[in-house]
């Protein structure tokens, strides 16, 4: 089995994640490098924070470089220069959102490239190959994700797209496999909008193809925080809870905490990368604008209580003063402490469920998160 469970606390789980690259502890959150970088960050800074896996977009590197030019670097992992696990999204909510002029058919998507306007038709099969040949550790079927809110007849036709391109993605991979390429994990994708037995029904029959881990797509998608909620914990609950499950393009603080709290192991968003570079910082204490007036003669640390490079080196008088400048270190320096942040937030999730003590972690952090 790719995923073991170590400790459980209520519904909120800690485990061990394996892949080729090494073992990720769950509770896990994968910093975004969309295009093959996390924004601002190297591959080194990304391992000095305590980042265990990152995920990239094979729609984006698809469309550029290409798969070729990745296949002729020797993979993603070398292109890149990061030698841990990677998470490849197949680009299917990208599809959906930036592309112009798409058909969906049973046999694919068909688009044109938000770059250049290049006209372009992919299959189930052909995100899987092209996942492959990147070397991804963890690879993301097609699928349809609708928006919200959407009628139930509309989320139901996406449903049943999504777990044919399921079926079909999972004999691919299956038929496909090279003794270079047999410890890839292949993920499903539970769809559904919000309606329950819609996911319930996915999540199912999802199961029925057999997959080695179950991501919940579509959601944080305009619905309102609880009714997210309600639909991780109904979709959580029809999952086997041998195989790890990963909520998809959600990422603050308090909605990890809830999702966590509901059987989810796995997040990646962009919140943290995108909040740092607009000068916004998450601490222990609740977040902070870092370009506001106030810190103009503040002299502190972002975070008294973080070790990272930025807190054990700059003041936020200083990183007021490069936002306010226009210069390109102060978004690298907070997104660097923001990631660092997440780390440690996913950290202490983790060994708060080892330790029996969730709840009375998550009750003390929400106290003191409320403060500012």
Known sequence: MAFELVSVDGHARA????????????????????????KTLSAQELKEVGAQIVLSNAYHL???????VIKAAGGLHKFMGWDGPILTDSGGYQVFSIADFIKVKPEGVYFQSHIDGSKHHLTPEDIIRIERDFGSDIIMPLDECVPYPV???????A???????????????????????NHQL????????????????????????????????????????????EIIEGTSAALPKENPRYLMGVGTPLDIIEAVRRGVDMFDCVVPTRNGRNGTAFTWKGKLNLSNAPYAKDCKPIDESCDCYACRTYTRSYLRHLFNAGE??????????????????MEKLRDAIVDSSFEDFIDGFKRSYAIR
Not at 331 to 341: D, P
């Open 186 to 229: 292949l993920f499903g994708i539970v769809q559904g909008a919000t309606y329950p037995d819609l996911r319930k029904e996915c999540a199912q029959r999802l199961t029925e193809v057999g997959f080695d881990g179950y991501a919940l797509g579509g959601v944080s998608v305009g619905e309102p925080s609880e009714l997210m909620y």
């Open 15 to 38: 485990g061990i994640l394996k892949t080729a690259h090494g073992d990720v502890k769950t509770p896990a959150f994968m910093p975004v490098g969309t295009h093959g970088t996390v």
């Open 151 to 157: 009628e139930k007849s509309r989320a139901r036709e």
């Open 328 to 345: 390109m270190l102060a978004l690298r320096l907070v997104s660097l402490h923001n990631l660092y942040f997440y780390a440690r937030f």
């Open 62 to 68: 698809y469309l550029r470089p290409g798969e070729e």
């Open 159 to 181: 449903m049943e797209i999504t777990i044919d391109w399921a079926k079909r993605s999972k004999g691919f991979f299956e038929s496909s496999k090279l003794p270079t390429t």
